[in-house]
């Protein structure tokens, strides 16, 4: 592990986050700035600057909890889909969005998108408080 990565450091215990899942291999927890309710990053505790690094079964056993995850979240978020995408774009480790999807832009390509002027933000901090009742709502889906 990297003494200075972000999510080194939240793998590790040493900075705070909303568990949903943990074992030996994998960390789940909630995106503080959610795209929707329910978004969770998940995130190998080795760390693997990129996703293409990892071992491929690591990479399967993310993308296993995220099928798991979204089973639940249609049932618990009222939605048709939900998207997994490997990113890396703001911290290099690897690490998956599961995301509730309530429109086809919560998670797409600017490719898709007609008017190609736009601009972007960071969705807003979602609060602690928000961030404890769905990650309990989640862990308890889950068993």
Do not use: W
């Not at 909303?18 to 969770?40: M, T, Y």
């Not at 995408?85 to 290099?92: E, L, S, Y």
């Not at 690490?95 to 600017?110: E, G, K």
Request: include cysteine; proline fraction near 6%; aromatic fraction near 8%.
């Amino acid at each position: 592990m990297q003494d200075n990565c972000l999510f080194c450091r939240i793998a590790r215990h040493e900075l705070p986050a909303h568990a949903v899942h943990e074992d030996s291999r994998i960390f789940a927890f909630l995106d503080i700035h959610p795209v929707r309710r329910g978004h969770v990053l998940i995130i190998p505790k080795q760390h693997y600057p990129y996703f293409e690094d990892m071992p491929a079964d690591l990479a399967g056993h993310i993308v296993n909890l995220g099928q798991r995850l979204a089973r639940h979240m249609k049932r618990l978020y009222s939605v048709e889909r939900v998207g997994l995408a490997f990113t890396g774009i703001h911290v290099a480790h690897a690490h998956a969005h599961i995301v509730p999807m309530q429109y086809p832009h919560d998670i797409t390509s600017t490719q898709y998108i007609a008017q190609q002027d736009l601009s972007f933000v960071m969705p807003p901090e979602a609060s602690s408080e928000a961030l404890s009742a769905t990650a309990e709502g989640l862990r308890q889906a889950l068993g």
